[in-house]
């Protein structure tokens, strides 16, 4: 083969992912559960904004000043905002065009499989991209509004970073859902599913169980442990909780970078009495463990989802 024909074909394959990308990135804009899902992320960022301030004003009391507000919020949507957007972005990527039948002429076309399937994860990547800077210039510049001057305002890149990463997750769990059923609606009720799912055992098995530790290598929010070490003899939930899962990737990577020698310390709760409960120390780990093993599962799950999702893709029959 030679440099000429390498370069053309390079160009022509180029040609056609620039195309399926457009189509999906079109698709998505005009997509209204995707502009209800920004609608509602904007409303809360807005919510958390203005709330503590109406609340200090009925109280006659002032707001204090904030200068950590940005990079504790990261993007302002939370474990179920990740899903929401990964879930309106990818639930009908692919499941969309078998209900449709738009898959005929898209699978007809000089395109191999591989491109339109990159060409679709790189569109909802990109949507979700572009949603996620939104939501943190709004709240960069509300927080500087509302609650003065911020720190470490450079971390942005760190949580939207982490945030992508976490979203991906839940955005790979649904694609493979929507290829393998060729459903949208299946591929929305078993994301759905895994995501409560897991969002109640991780609630349950992480603060009273000794055997917690097996949530981290799960999607979502993982074990809950405490930064630092546990006060003697304390009562109640410690306060400086993390989640060490997927879904906590943005503020524990941000934590990190601001104090690299940090240690975790995972607990239970054992009950005292009726509304009592104590935490219980049960092993202690660097922070920077806790960050790469969930960075490192993240990126196997997004990996091995992806991987499921274009092979049912690849290996689909289209029927005429």
Known sequence: MTKRTRQTKHRAWRTSF???VRYELLWNIRKKKLLAVLILAFTLATLTLVLPVVLNNLNNLPTPANPDYVINTGVGVGS?????????????????????????????????????????????FLTI???????????????????????????????????LLSTMVWMGIVLAAGSVSKSSMLAALLGLGVFIGLSIVSGVVSVFSDQA?????????????????????????????????????????????????????FYRLDILGRREVMPVALYTEPLSLVVVRSIV????????????????????????
Do not use: C
Not at 141 to 154: K, R
């Open 297 to 320: 599962v993240a990126l196997v799950y997004i990996f091995v989802f992806n991987f499921i999702a274009w092979y049912a893709l690849k290996r689909a029959q289209v029927a005429e």
């Open 213 to 265: 530790w097996i949530l981290t290598y799960l999607p979502g929010n993982g074990t809950t442990a405490a930064l630092g070490s546990l006060p003697a003899n304390q009562t109640g939930q410690p306060r400086n909780t993390i989640s060490t899962g997927t879904d906590g990737i943005a503020m524990n990577l941000a934590t990190y970078v601001l104090h690299p020698s940090d240690s975790v310390t």
């Open 129 to 163: 991209l572009g949603a996620y800077v939104l939501l943190t210039i709004y709240l960069t510049v509300g927080g500087s509004l509302v609650y003065g001057p911020q720190n470490n305002l450079y971390l942005v890149f760190v949580t939207l970073f982490g945030s």
């Open 18 to 20: 620039l195309a399926v």
């Open 80 to 124: 179920f905002g990740f899903f929401l957007f990964a879930l309106v972005s990818v639930m009908n990527t692919i499941s969309g065009e078998f209900e449709s039948g738009s898959i005929l002429p898209l699978l007809t076309k000089p395109v191999s499989r591989t491109t339109v399937y990159l060409g679709k994860i790189t569109a909802a």
